[in-house]
């Protein structure tokens, strides 16, 4: 049971969010869309695609309680949240969860494209991150300071793709299967650059060593909820 203290607040979200998600699915949303502390003792309000039920995140400040998903029916959402208000609850501030700190820098966070950006972003962060570890390469009469000023800059590309990846992707992703795919993601890339950039194919001993990896990362996928 939520007890309503006189300090409470309620934050509706304003979009739907995929129902398979727990509490700490909701939190890491919660985190990356408001930049809020899901551990404050407000109530965070989700609903669902099709309208027909609400998930409250809520944490009541204890030891011994995490933060909890509760699931609802529609009828139960309507019964408890609009016709029936408590007079402590009335008055309190609903607020969207995207909050204006955001402006301008929405992800989904529902659908397919909810997974696919945070890998676009780290394929894109990942091919600046390879030119800037590897391209000097073939400058090898550059002064070493001229290259180590031209990767810090291509770098720092790499940091605003890839740091947004890992934020938003947290919504979706665990912190280790975001670590996995850059890793897979790292040895594609790379893969292609050896090959058209620095003329160096790999050769079956590598191919195979990526497949072992890959197959790790297959591993850690395996647990996912």
């Known amino acids: ?20 998600k727990q509490a700490d699915g909701l939190a890491a949303i ?17 609903r669902s695609k099709r309208m027909d039920r609400v998930k409250l995140l809520w944490w009541d400040g204890t030891c011994q309680s995490a ?19 408590t ?3 009335r008055d309190r501030a609903v607020a969207p969860l995207r909050g204006p700190r955001n402006e301008g820098l929405h992800m989904p966070t529902t659908g397919p494209m909810a997974g696919l ?12 991150m390879t030119f ?19 990767s810090w800059g291509i770098a720092l590309i790499e940091y ?30 790379f893969a292609v650059f050896s090959w058209v950039v620095l003329k160096e194919p790999l050769g079956w001993s590598h191919a195979v060593g990526f497949a072992l990896i890959a197959s790790g990362a297959a591993v850690v996928f395996m647990g996912r909820g």
């Open 30 to 46: 919660v985190q990356a869309a408001l930049g809020a502390d899901p551990f404050c003792g407000t109530v965070y309000v989700f």
């Open 1 to 20: 049971m939520i007890t309503a203290g006189a300090e409470m607040q309620v934050l509706v979200a304003t979009k739907p969010v995929a129902f398979r």
């Open 87 to 89: 007079n402590r609850l």
């Open 132 to 150: 800037a570890w590897y391209g000097h390469l073939k400058f090898k009469e550059q002064p070493l300071l001229v290259v180590i000023l031209a």
């Open 117 to 128: 950006m945070p890998i676009l972003l780290l394929l894109a962060s990942n091919v600046f």
């Open 67 to 85: 933060l909890t998903g509760i699931g609802a029916s529609r009828n139960a959402a309507r019964d408890r949240f609009l016709t029936k208000p």
């Open 160 to 189: 605003c793709l890839a740091v947004p990846a890992n934020r938003y992707g947290h919504a979706i992703y665990s912190a280790a299967e975001l670590k996995t795919i850059q890793e897979v993601v790292t040895l594609v890339v």
